[in-house]
């Protein structure tokens, strides 16, 4: 479908389609401003809010038929930068950032994640039981969680029980995945007719005879002449998946509650397994969720807040705990290698590869079982008899996981088939048959538990509004092997003061410790500043109907990360245990010990200084609109003194905190509605986030060369040889600069010789393309009702990123299959039209290098969503005593235009379990 449409509509006529319609969306389809937003352990009215955040409601998130919650946030959030990993249920959380990155080196950067106000994964999620999701982007935000808020927080809220008659939601979703794209290998015709070509290029004689390469374009001949597709043998054309979801909510003035119970299935692309071999098992995936949320009023000032939730999941896979080894051996084998079965029905192979399809039938099963558990109480006393508006809340939580394994394995005998010089068949035998195994050995767990007390102050005198809040919180987080927990004591407060829904002014501020720095510098204090200004509320802007909405807000304030990478406690001199040495003249060694890496006495937390500015605005009670600009500046990063301290003092750097990044950029949404009167009701909304770093200072090693440093460039930024073309003739070669990495032929990829010196080597190494992370990221969402039916159409893209072509597209190195692309290689007649370097049957040390020729733009725009549904009328559901009731049809990843040729998809160049496109089918109903 995408080289269909694509010269109609490029990449970047979409994107200016988008910013002609919005500089950028809110992600829910909600372009009324909420009444309150959540902040840092609370709620608080949104007129009041002075921080930089961006929401999105749990219902949106259904619109995504995905096994992983985190795979529903594709551009929904205005300043969250979702990166795809693998497609593979159950391993398939992709990345997070918030606002770009901010550090460099072993330093991670991962998102703090919270559910209901505690550490804890929300992957296993699902959006039935997700009220909200926030993330807090700037320092009013995060400061409270001082030493764990630089790379910023995501608040998970799940849903709680609504006073009111009990009602009953009941719904099932039914549907399919289907590999967006495979990677397309040369078939067997092809490849041996380019790998002669490749064998005259290296001065050889060419494998295949004439009489072959008829054979293999006829295919008259399959079991010596074999041409064989790996994806068809091993995996199905679509793979089902389902979804069944029971909710009740309901209460009183006492209890209210929220139940919900949710059964997950999807099965893998892998074909059925277990149904063909008894010790094999099919590929599926199964996960059971349970919520139970009560809000209980023990006393008229004494209330109880309970949350408890979990899942159970089960994975099974032949051939593997997951499938990445099993993608690659298919991608890798080159499809004349030997055929699926030999004529007695034994497994086709040889000396390199195994037999994909063998894999998957022969070597057993793979099964897993996962649990988790959150659970948290929460006692809120009012004070109103010391005075209004003062409580006090205590809360302690739980949440745990763990995976237990269960490996059953065994290997099976291939074969390979040839014919010797008299035209005898050859059979050869690789592998040896074994009894399954089983090994259960393996499991993995970790557990957390958090400890929470507040006092709250909210009151209003008048035209003034105070709220106040002193909070500690301490936690501790254990992971199985690891003998002593990780440890977290925060301290912290937050006053607020509002003046006539005017002006507001803020600071909030936390002191927090953590086990892994030195004693007495374990903590640190993190203030941050905020005031807005809602000028809407002037005098001289009350009047105007143009502007319904104006508030202006600025924050500044310290920030800091604790995930800094290196080894744990490095403040601690190690001596570890070295190799043992041998002296004298017997055979033994003498077990000794050295000198580790120095310790840093002072090792500390990154700090990063966070400013934001912001705007927001409502026009004509339709248009609403949000701006915007930050700057953080991270110091303290770790990195080892090259700069200072030469490598030839033969001892290993020490990590000190010395690194600066900074980070700049901005966020955008805009959104329009009708009225909600009209009989067509209809929105568009979009977003646009752009975030850049730049490397300050990381004490890299001195240069001869300014364009080999580091610093200047983005954290992550590509370091390689820039492609200038090919070689044209031997006349070319001799005129150009002299490549050391092999001798190099006409056709052979050209680089620039960066420094002058007519040489070729690594000191031409310099920045090429831009970063993995995307500078760009945004969304357009548009929807519209008319007469029970609804239309909702989301779209996500990126801009500013570059992907790398990996080794699968290296055609014949390391004997392994050739793309596609490889027929559009150079030759003396296609010198001028070609777009991949000469064909080489060795290891081409020259073509194969990290090169900007491998590079290609990973800008791209997705149709993320596309659902269309049908709402039964309210006569209707009155005559079958229904609150509501709504059918669908739904399809997700269903078209990208980008610049990746060969129908592959940007997010998932590597090999590995494909991108899927998603379509289903369900209905929700409400007793």
């Given at each position: 479908?995408?080289?269909?449409?694509?010269?109609?509509?490029?990449?970047?006529?979409?994107?200016?389609?988008?910013?002609?319609?919005?500089?950028?969306?809110?992600?829910?389809?909600?372009?009324?401003?909420?009444?309150?937003?959540?902040?840092?352990?609370?709620?608080?009215?949104?007129?009041?809010?002075?921080?930089?955040?961006?929401?999105?409601?749990?219902?949106?998130?259904?619109?995504?038929?995905?096994?992983?919650?985190?795979?529903?946030?594709?551009?929904?959030?205005?300043?969250?930068?979702?990166?795809?990993?693998?497609?593979?249920?159950?391993?398939?959380?992709?990345?997070?950032?918030?606002?770009?990155?901010?550090?460099?080196g072993a330093a991670d950067t991962k998102v703090l994640v919270l559910v209901d106000g505690f550490e804890s994964t929300f992957a296993q999620l699902v959006p039935d039981e997700v009220e909200s999701i926030t993330i807090l982007k700037d320092a009013a935000a995060v400061a409270l969680y001082g030493s764990r808020g630089a790379n910023g927080v995501m608040l998970v809220t799940t849903k709680k029980g609504v006073k009111g008659a009990l009602k009953v939601g009941f719904g099932v979703q039914y549907g399919f995945n289907k590999p967006i794209a495979l990677p397309k290998n040369l078939r067997s015709y092809d490849y041996a007719t380019l790998y002669n070509e490749a064998l005259q290029n290296d001065g050889k004689a060419p494998m295949y005879t004439n009489s072959d390469l008829e054979a293999y374009r006829s295919g008259n001949d399959p079991y010596f002449h074999p041409d064989v597709n790996w994806y068809d043998q091993i995996l199905r054309k679509a793979a089902p998946m389902s979804n069944y979801n029971l909710t009740f909510n309901g209460g009183n003035e006492t209890v209210r509650y929220f139940v919900a119970l949710n059964a997950l299935t999807s099965q893998g692309l892998l074909i059925k397994a277990g149904d063909k071999e008894e010790e094999s098992s099919n590929s599926k995936f199964q996960r059971y969720n349970f919520r139970t949320n009560v809000d209980i009023n023990i006393t008229q000032k004494l209330t109880a807040a309970i949350r408890l939730g979990g899942t159970v999941e089960d994975k099974a896979n032949p051939a593997g705990n997951t499938t990445a080894n099993l993608f690659g051996l298919a991608a890798s084998i080159p499809s004349n290698a030997f055929p699926v079965y030999l004529p007695d029905g034994s497994f086709g192979g040889n000396a390199l590869y195994a037999n994909p399809l063998g894999n998957v039938l022969q070597t057993g099963s793979y099964t897993s079982n996962g649990r988790t558990l959150q659970g948290s109480l929460r006692l809120t006393q009012q004070l109103d008899f010391i005075t209004p508006g003062l409580s006090v809340s205590g809360a302690l939580a739980l949440n745990t996981y763990f995976n237990s394994y269960s490996n059953k394995s065994k290997q099976y005998e291939r074969f390979s088939i040839s014919r010797n010089s008299n035209g005898d068949t050859v059979i050869t035998r690789f592998g040896q048959k074994t009894s399954l195994a089983g090994d259960e050995s393996r499991s993995d767990q970790w557990r957390n538990y958090a400890l929470q007390g507040f006092l709250n102050y909210d009151r209003s005198f008048g035209i003034h509004n105070i709220s106040a809040m002193l909070m500690y919180n301490q936690d501790s987080y254990s992971i199985s092997g690891n003998n002593l927990p990780y440890k977290h004591i925060n301290g912290g407060a937050r006053i607020t003061y509002a003046y006539d829904e005017r002006y507001i002014a803020e600071v909030n501020m936390s002191y927090m410790g953590s086990e892994n720095f030195p004693k007495g510098k374990r903590f640190g204090y993190f203030p941050a500043f905020s005031a807005g200004w809602i000028a809407s509320n002037e005098n001289f802007l009350k009047e105007n109907k143009v502007i319904s909405f104006l508030k202006l807000r600025a924050s500044y304030g310290l920030t800091g990360n604790d995930l800094i990478g290196g080894p744990r406690f490095m403040f601690d001199q190690l001596f570890p245990f070295g190799a043992s040495p041998y002296f004298g003249t017997g055979n033994n060694g003498t077990a000794g010990i050295y000198e580790g890496t120095p310790a840093n006495p002072d090792v500390t937390w990154e700090k990063e200084t966070k400013t934001n500015l912001g705007l927001e605005a409502t026009f004509i009670e339709r248009i609403s609109f949000n701006l915007d600009v930050f700057s953080n500046r991270r110091r303290h990063i770790l990195a080892q003194p090259f700069f200072t301290v030469p490598q030839y003092v033969g001892v290993d750097l020490p990590f000190l905190n010395v690194g600066k990044v900074d980070n700049k950029g901005l966020e955008a949404v805009i959104a329009y509605h009708n009225a909600a009167d009209a009989k067509v009701q209809w929105f568009v909304e979009g977003n646009a986030a752009y975030a850049k770093n730049k490397i300050v200072y990381n004490a890299e090693a001195v240069q001869e060369d300014t364009y080999l440093y580091r610093t200047g460039h983005p954290a992550g930024q590509p370091f390689g040889l820039q492609a200038i073309g090919f070689f044209k003739d031997a006349a070319d070669i001799n005129a150009s600069p002299r490549q050391t990495f092999t001798s190099v032929q006409p056709g052979d990829i050209k680089y620039k010789d960066q420094n002058g010196d007519n040489i070729i080597d690594q000191n031409d190494v310099n920045a090429i393309g831009n970063s993995y992370l995307p500078t760009l990221t945004y969304g357009l969402h548009a929807g519209v009702k008319f007469r029970g039916f609804d239309l909702d159409v989301f779209f996500q893209g990126v801009s500013g990123s570059t992907v790398t072509l990996g080794n699968q597209f290296y055609a014949f190195q390391n004997n392994r299959s050739a793309p596609e692309m490889a027929k559009d290689r150079w030759t003396p007649a296609t010198a001028a039209s070609a777009t991949y370097p000469r064909l080489s049957s060795a290891n081409n040390l020259n073509n194969y290098r990290f090169s900007s020729f491998w590079q290609r733009d990973g800008s791209y725009l997705k149709l993320r969503s596309l659902e269309l549904g049908y709402s039964l009328p309210k006569q209707t559901l009155s005559r079958i005593k229904l609150t509501s009731a709504r059918i669908f049809i739904n399809g997700n990843n269903l078209f990208s235009v980008d610049d990746i040729a060969g129908d592959l998809d940007p997010e998932t160049l590597g090999i590995g379990y494909p991108a899927l496109r998603t379509f289903s089918a369900g209905f929700r109903i409400e007793l």
């Open positions: 479908m995408k080289s269909s449409i694509y010269p109609l509509f490029t990449r970047q006529r979409f994107v200016a389609l988008a910013f002609a319609c919005s500089a950028g969306w809110h992600a829910s389809a909600q372009t009324v401003r909420p009444d309150s937003v959540e902040v840092p352990y609370g709620r608080q009215a949104a007129w009041m809010v002075t921080g930089a955040v961006s929401s999105v409601q749990g219902n949106e998130l259904k619109k995504t038929f995905n096994t992983n919650l985190g795979n529903t946030l594709y551009g929904r959030l205005p300043g969250l930068t979702v990166q795809a990993g693998s497609s593979e249920n159950g391993v398939n959380t992709p990345g997070m950032v918030i606002r770009g990155v901010g550090t460099f």
